[in-house]
């Protein structure tokens, strides 16, 4: 009885000692685990196969966080996003056709606003971690460019993307 | 029973022992080689150095950027040589940055980098660099790596001592290596006693870095070689060594080296800003250029000047003073308090160092040996602040840690001799690898070294490395100075000659890093801000190219309409907004180099096709994925024909 009771003592103190050293080896190494942005704590839940939280399936990843609060058309700042457009994006996207990158008419109907300003503000992230962006570059075969566009910017270009948007909209109403 | 809790015990002890081991030394994974000359310059993969080294490029022209502990190389700045990996001087907006009195000037010989300073300490601002063959003075600015400014140095045979700054970097200062009539003229060469003269030259520098030839001092036709300026109680004056006082002018190496002692020139630069502000200067004619570059222009401009202020000592008294100095002297070092002037006689047995209170006192105590065009020479007694005995043989530079210690170069000897500021007493000493010229400690000539490592820059490198044929790699040293023993941790190759080099911490340029240039600032009158303005206009026989790239095509990429005889300016705008990204372009048949562009900045080139048919043209730096399709066709028709210009892309 005492040795049975002396092997299993002997037994999970060895246990133990494992556990330790297996934990010791396992968080000695670990230095760059620190990716705590509590913020995001809720967004950030895996639920779904992507491996993406629903928003950032939804609206990738970049600076807008939150649904935009759009509000009705802004033609002075549509005006303004189409100047941006012409010598920022036109190099590569065209409205109608595929050029260096998809045709950009229709975009509005293809993403969300947010996920439009994530994808112009962060390309490269998105194309590193989004399957959406993933696809379109194996599509394309060329990264989306950062053009150091500032959050301000984006949002003008997003109104200039609005207006054609409505546009499309109005057309396909009236061809109805 | 006891036993067996022992055993766990002790097997417990030990796993803690290995969970604190591992855990702190995979934190501290570069204190795991502590002791261990490798692990000491070892700098992991994606990892950073601690310091910028700059090394002047010699007869390379340009300066090498490195990593310190490290040594690896990563850029050379192209600046006084024309350098076609990056269209310098070949391209239309970099032309003008080779602009002298003597034409365009497509190479120098560069010798001394110098960093930018703000109350003695470097700043991260700027780095200047002498040419020493046609005298300029180049500002490179450190946010781009990129050199913005090239002022030629009026009346000078040769500008070696240069370029070395003030406290505050109110002035770059320059001296003549070789004099010369001034201003120049015809007259036989052994007439050197009668007709040649030397100058210094202080160069004003404004707030945004612009050199202006402010003064010159006209002195005795002696070689002035190298300078420091005072710092702290010593602000206010410059020093510049000279030898040559024989005033030889055929075999120097006999005959300059007759004199016991040459002389360090002191000047009070703060009295001679007085003496032109009372308009106690002759005004000099002459001719010299200043050229700059243009940021949000993208491009060079250059300006000849016409006339420079010159002050003459005999009419400026307690402008300038002769301090004796054996022998043959070449470096002059100013030490971090500003008290002591530290020279590096040639072939002097001690490094003599002078003292500056000593030197004052000496003047208001009017204690002179001499005077020699009206400059006064001191007595030696009367200024020296002690000698370093036994310094090795060929004492030529000395820069300081910070800690007390003097670093002197001796060439001869070929080493390293460490001694002890106030008792003068030699140290340590350590070879270098092989013929030692200039020597740097991080911050070693400033107010506040940051010491640790001293650099040995050599000018033989022998068996060091793997033979590359009758020429050898230049190369530098890295040495611990961190404890009582230098230690020899790593030799590096370098670029050209390494004369002299300057370090500092990387963060205190990292931050400042220019990453892209915004393209609505873009201001270059060719330049584009958007692929819809991309167009071709004939004028003429010139026809200029107004072309834009972005990954991956060039617009436009296909141009007609361009004939034999035509003059063909492509100006291309890289669009892209991402660092790292910089488009080329070549075409075939092009006598010129290949641009690069940076992004949002715009370059020209110009081509003169000589024959009919197809040129195409491509981006030489690998952008993309589609970088083999980044590619364009210009159709090139005969002479007088009528084919109109028509250009496009993706039609």
Redesign the interface.
């Known amino acids: 009885m005492s040795n049975n009771k002396s092997n299993w003592l002997k037994n999970s103190i060895y246990i133990l000692l494992i556990v330790i050293s297996t934990l010791a080896l396992v968080t000695a190494c670990g230095g760059d685990s620190n990716e705590n942005d509590t913020s995001n704590q809720n967004q950030t839940l895996k639920t779904n196969p992507s491996g993406l939280s629903d928003w950032e399936l939804e609206n990738g990843f970049g600076p807008v966080k939150k649904k935009l609060n759009l509000g009705p058309i802004d033609k002075t700042m549509a005006a303004e996003g189409e100047k941006i457009f012409e010598s920022k994006c036109a190099s590569c996207h065209k409205l109608d056709e595929r050029y260096t990158g998809p045709a950009q008419r229709n975009v509005l109907q293809r993403v969300t606003p947010e996920f439009f300003m994530n994808t112009v503000l962060n390309p490269d992230e998105n194309l590193e971690k989004h399957p959406h962006s993933k696809e379109m570059l194996a599509q394309y075969m060329t990264k989306m460019t950062n053009q150091n566009v500032n959050l301000k910017d984006a949002r003008t270009l997003l109104e200039y993307f609005r207006v054609l948007n409505e546009e499309l909209v109005n057309k396909n109403k009236s061809n109805k | ?1 006891n036993r ?1 809790y022992l055993k ?1 015990f002790l ?2 002890i030990s ?2 022992a ?2 604190v081991i ?2 702190y ?3 501290e994974s570069k204190d795991l080689t502590a002791g261990d000359e490798a692990g000491r310059v070892y700098v992991a993969p994606g990892t950073y150095d601690e310091f910028y080294l700059f090394t002047s490029g010699g007869f390379s022209g340009q300066i090498g950027v490195y990593g310190l502990p490290s040594g690896r190389m990563f850029r050379v700045i192209p600046v006084f040589a024309q350098d076609p990996e990056k269209a310098w001087g070949y391209s239309e907006e970099t032309k003008p940055m080779f602009m002298t009195s003597h034409g365009f000037i497509p190479w120098d010989d560069a010798h001394h980098p110098k960093l930018s300073q703000t109350d003695g300490i470097a700043d991260g601002r700027w780095i200047f660099i002498n040419a020493n063959n046609t005298p300029r003075i180049a500002r490179v600015d450190l946010t781009t790596f990129k050199t913005a400014e090239i002022i030629e140095i009026p009346n000078s045979g040769g500008n070696h001592g240069s370029p070395f700054l003030t406290e505050n970097t109110e002035y770059v200062v320059a001296s003549t290596r070789f004099s010369i009539p001034i201003p120049n003229k015809d007259v036989p060469i052994n007439s050197f006693k009668e007709n040649f003269k030397g100058t210094i030259s202080f160069i004003k520098v404004d707030k945004e870095g612009a050199m202006n030839v402010e003064f010159q001092i006209l002195v005795p036709g002696f070689n002035y070689d190298l300078a420091h300026a005072g710092k702290g109680p010593s602000h206010g004056w410059a020093f510049f060594t000279s030898y040559n006082t024989e005033q030889a002018n055929t075999l120097l190496e006999v005959n300059a080296s007759q004199n016991d002692k040459d002389f360090i020139a002191a000047v009070n630069w703060k009295k001679a800003e007085e003496y032109v502000a009372q308009g106690k200067f002759k005004t000099f004619n002459t001719s010299y250029f200043r050229n700059y570059f243009d940021e949000k222009k993208h491009m060079g401009f250059s300006e000849e000047k016409t006339s420079v202020k010159v002050l003459i000592p005999e009419e400026c008294p307690g402008l300038i003073y002769y301090l004796p100095t054996p022998k043959s002297p070449h470096g002059v070092d100013v030490d971090p308090t500003g008290e002591y002037i530290a020279a590096g006689g040639k072939l002097a047995s001690v490094i003599v160092v002078h003292s500056f209170s000593k030197m004052l006192k000496a003047i208001e105590n009017k204690e002179f040996e001499t005077t020699i065009d009206g400059i006064p020479v001191l007595k030696y007694e009367s200024v020296i602040g002690g000698e370093v005995t036994n310094p090795g043989l060929g004492p030529l530079h000395t820069e300081f840690d910070g800690n007390g210690y003097g670093y002197t170069s001796s060439f001869i000897s070929s080493e390293i001799v460490k001694w002890k500021i106030g008792t003068w007493e030699v140290v340590d000493r350590i070879p270098a690898y092989y013929s030692i010229g200039h020597l740097c400690v991080p911050g070693g000539d400033t107010r506040k070294p940051w010491g640790k490592y001293v650099i040995a820059l050599n000018k033989i490198t022998k068996d060091r490395y793997l033979p590359t044929g009758p020429e050898l790699t230049q190369s530098a040293q890295l040495i611990d100075i961190s404890g009582d023993k230098m230690k020899l941790l790593l030799d590096f190759p370098t670029i050209g000659e390494p004369h002299y080099a300057q370090a500092i911490p990387a963060d205190i340029l990292m931050k400042n890093s220019k990453k ?1 240039y ?3 600032e873009n201001s270059h009158p060719y330049g584009i ?4 303005d991309a167009r071709v206009v004939r004028e003429g026989n010139v026809v200029h190219v107004y072309m ?1 790239t ?4 060039f ?1 436009p990429d296909n141009i007609e309409g361009i004939k034999v005889g035509d003059v063909v300016y492509f100006h291309i705008t890289n ?5 790292d ?1 910089p488009h080329g372009f070549a075409v075939k048949g092009l006598q010129n180099s290949e641009l690069l562009v940076m992004p949002g900045a715009t370059e020209s080139i110009m081509w003169q096709p000589l024959k009919e048919g197809v040129y195409p043209f491509y981006c030489t730096d690998f952008c ?3 970088h083999q399709e980044m590619s364009g066709y210009i159709r090139v028709s005969p002479k007088g024909s009528n084919v109109a210009i028509t250009y496009g892309t ?1 039609k």
């Not at chain 2, 801000?529 to 819809?532: G, I, N, P, V, Y």
């Not at chain 2, 972005?550 to 095509?553: A, C, F, M």
């Not at chain 2, 669009?575 to 660092?579: K, M």
């Open positions: 029973m067996r766990a097997i417990g796993v803690v290995a969970f591992l855990h030394g995979c934190q892209i915004p393209i609505e801000k958007a692929e819809k834009s972005i990954r991956t095509h617009a669009l892209e907004q991402d660092w990204i993309s994925a589609l993706g």
